[in-house]
């Protein structure tokens, strides 16, 4: 059995309002190294909500989060940033990309807080750029470049540093069917290399490609395992 | 440094880094980053070319200073402390007989003699040698000096010569001229061989040399000088008294350096049982004369230059803010990938730092190119002093660190999810 990479004990979103709106319920979860998970369900719903708690990006108001085994809900802002840096890495449905710097340049910027090497994130950034198929665009800017190499340039970003954790939100939201196929393929391609893929979709399409789909719904999640998932 | 809960090295921002992040996100809008530094290149700017023009200046204005007015000392007869004059006359003059020998005895004296404007009736006139046929309606100073006091004016001779020791002691009807006087009196200098008179109300005096420039007292009016004993003789004394126009005075010429000291004693040489009675000026300390003649202008320069400044710093801050509001998406990017709130604050810092610092140079740069010009054209020598022109492109360093640091503190406190949806 493959260890965990994420645990979630009784782990709540509570957000201060008259009356408080509870955006994620206590909650359960364990995703595993390597797997592939797709959470999906309605604007409102929760995703967006799980997707920051997951990300380290937002703190729980109830539970424990345990990345790599690692209680972070206790964790000083300090050590969060660490973990985000290193442990996790994300896909942004808007991109996210430095619009004034190169493809190269916003992969290398993945490991600027790192305390990584120039030359090494420079000759990781290359690698990871080439594994996207972006090899031949290493000095392009974003705007010269096309919505699904934008999206393959976020995707080199957020596996630059071999993180534990793939985090893509809505990943496919501003491509078109064909690029959104190959990203797919892409996500797909990593996964079997062994990268651990949190995927937030409304799109069936999208999660189809996932092992595990989790449904989530005013805050409450249900998982559907799929067993002869290919 | 390992984080101590879980074992990973704490996110870092290496200075390298950051400086490199600070360039390249100014460089990302060449045109905000010009206009941005415009304020601090005109601040700095002008701080260093008032600064540096005004130290061009007071050079000059030293200079100039040195070379005359600083070796000139002049002495007053107050007159005596009671008037023991017959009524309807002056008394004697303060000075001795001897004062030109005694201020030869002063250690810096290049040498000194007593003057003054001889009292005359109103419509007093002045007519040449009958025999030139010359008369003068325009106004000649009529001066007495001893021999002392010729040299000390530093008379350049034309022709003749000039006033001498034996003429003063005999009370030769002689004199001196200048050329302006000389042209009015029909009088040239060519034809002195020839012994001209000028007369005046009737007396007649010999020219015995004509000048045409003066260094001291004549310097810049038609005069016509006699000796000292000759006018004693003539017209009696002088009238006494600081601010009469026609008191006995002493002229001095010294050596550079020295009018200062000869000033300190002179009056008890000359006069060493009343002292008092003779005020003795020199001239003021040229540092001190420039200082007042430039020290009002370069405080409202400096003003501008503050006020230029405080604009700059304005510019900057309003764009650093208006960046960080604009790179809200980039900060929650950032911050994602492991930037902790001062690695945020830090880079628009430097962004801010770096822009003041390079409006700082620019600015410096024009200043000094400025100055450099300025003193060319004038002929003059330009002074920069390094010890403000070398640090000056700090103060566009300050500047920016204080326009930076309020949107550095808000870049840092923005919420990486509020960041990130703004995307």
């Given at each position: 059995m493959t260890a965990p990479v994420i645990e979630l004990r009784g782990l709540a979103r509570t957000y201060p309002a008259s009356p408080p709106v509870l955006a994620l319920r206590p909650t359960d979860l364990v995703i595993s190294e390597g797997d592939y998970v797709a959470v999906t369900g309605a604007s409102g719903s929760g995703k967006s909500t799980l997707l920051h708690l997951l990300g380290l990006l937002d703190t729980p108001t109830a539970g424990r989060y345990l990345l790599d085994g690692l209680d972070t809900s206790a964790l000083h802002d300090r050590e969060r940033s660490a973990l985000r840096g290193r442990r996790i890495g994300f896909v942004f449905q808007a991109f996210h990309l430095l619009p004034y710097r190169t493809a190269l340049e916003n992969v290398m910027l993945a490991e600027l807080y790192n305390q990584t090497p120039r030359a090494h994130r420079l000759t990781a950034a290359v690698e990871a750029l080439k594994a996207v198929g972006l090899g031949h665009r290493l000095e392009a800017l974003p705007t010269t470049l096309s919505g699904g190499e934008c999206q393959r340039v976020a995707i080199a970003r957020a596996l630059v540093n071999r993180p534990s954790l793939l985090l893509c939100d809505e990943p496919t939201g501003n491509l078109d069917s064909r690029n959104a196929a190959a990203l797919m393929e892409l996500l797909d391609e990593l996964n079997v290399e062994g990268f651990t893929i949190v995927v937030i979709t409304h799109d069936a399409g999208v999660a189809a490609h996932a092992r595990r789909t989790i449904a989530i719904s005013d805050g409450v999640l249900a998982e559907r395992v799929e067993a002869d998932h290919a | 440094m390992p984080s101590s809960a879980t074992g990973l090295p704490s996110s870092r921002l290496a200075a390298r880094d950051a400086a490199a992040e600070a360039v390249a996100g100014i460089v990302q809008r060449p045109g905000r980053t010009v206009l941005t530094m415009l304020g601090t290149v005109l601040g700095v700017g002008a701080f260093v070319a008032v600064l540096g023009l005004t130290a061009t200046g007071a050079g000059q204005i030293s200079r100039q200073f040195s070379v005359l007015e600083d070796t000139t000392v002049t002495v007053e007869d107050n007159g005596p402390a009671n008037n023991v004059a017959p009524p309807g006359t002056n008394p004697t003059i303060g000075f001795p007989a001897d004062a030109d020998a005694i201020a030869d005895h002063v250690g810096g004296v290049v040498a000194g003699g007593v003057w003054w404007p001889v009292s005359l009736p109103e419509n007093a006139s002045f007519s040449g040698s009958l025999a030139l046929s010359g008369a003068s309606s325009q106004t000649i100073d009529l001066l007495a000096a001893?021999?002392?006091?010729?040299?000390?004016?530093?008379?350049?001779?034309?022709?003749?010569?000039?006033?001498?020791?034996?003429?003063?002691?005999?009370?030769?009807?002689?004199?001196?001229?200048?050329?302006?006087?000389?042209?009015?009196?029909?009088?040239?200098?060519?034809?002195?061989?020839?012994?001209?008179?000028?007369?005046?109300?009737?007396?007649?005096?010999?020219?015995?040399?004509?000048?045409?420039?003066?260094?001291?007292?004549?310097?810049?009016?038609?005069?016509?000088?006699?000796?000292?004993?000759?006018?004693?003789?003539?017209?009696?004394?002088?009238?006494?008294?600081?601010?009469?126009?026609?008191?006995?005075?002493?002229?001095?010429?010294?050596?550079?350096?020295?009018?200062?000291?000869?000033?300190?004693?002179?009056?008890?040489?000359?006069?060493?049982?009343?002292?008092?009675?003779l005020v003795v000026t020199h001239p003021p300390n040229p540092q001190s004369l420039q200082s007042e003649v430039t020290g009002d202008l370069t405080t409202l320069f400096l003003i501008l230059a503050l006020i230029s400044l405080l604009i700059g710093t304005v510019g900057i801050a309003n764009t650093t803010l208006v960046a960080v509001l604009e790179r809200t998406e980039e900060i929650g990017l950032r911050r994602a990938v492991g930037a902790r709130p001062r690695h945020i604050a830090a880079q628009f810092l430097a962004e801010s730092v770096t822009l003041g610092t390079l409006g700082g140079l620019v600015g410096t740069c024009l200043a000094v190119v400025v100055v450099v010009i300025f003193a060319a054209a004038k002929d003059w020598t330009a002074v920069l002093n390094p010890f403000y022109t070398l640090p000056a492109p700090l103060i566009g360093s300050a500047v920016g660190l204080l326009a930076g640091a309020y949107p550095a503190l808000r870049a840092a406190r923005t919420s990486p999810l509020a960041a990130l949806r703004h995307g």
């Open positions: - | 001893s021999p002392g006091a010729i040299r000390a004016m530093g008379l350049k001779l034309v022709a003749g010569s000039t006033l001498s020791t034996f003429e003063n002691d005999t009370d030769q009807h002689v004199a001196m001229i200048d050329t302006t006087t000389a042209a009015a009196l029909g009088i040239s200098p060519a034809r002195l061989p020839s012994h001209p008179a000028v007369f005046v109300d009737g007396i007649a005096y010999t020219v015995i040399g004509v000048y045409s420039s003066a260094q001291r007292v004549v310097s810049d009016e038609s005069a016509m000088l006699i000796p000292e004993n000759t006018a004693l003789a003539d017209y009696g004394n002088p009238t006494p008294g600081i601010g009469g126009e026609e008191e006995a005075q002493m002229v001095i010429a010294t050596k550079i350096g020295a009018a200062e000291t000869v000033a300190s004693q002179i009056a008890a040489a000359e006069l060493p049982t009343d002292p008092s009675r």
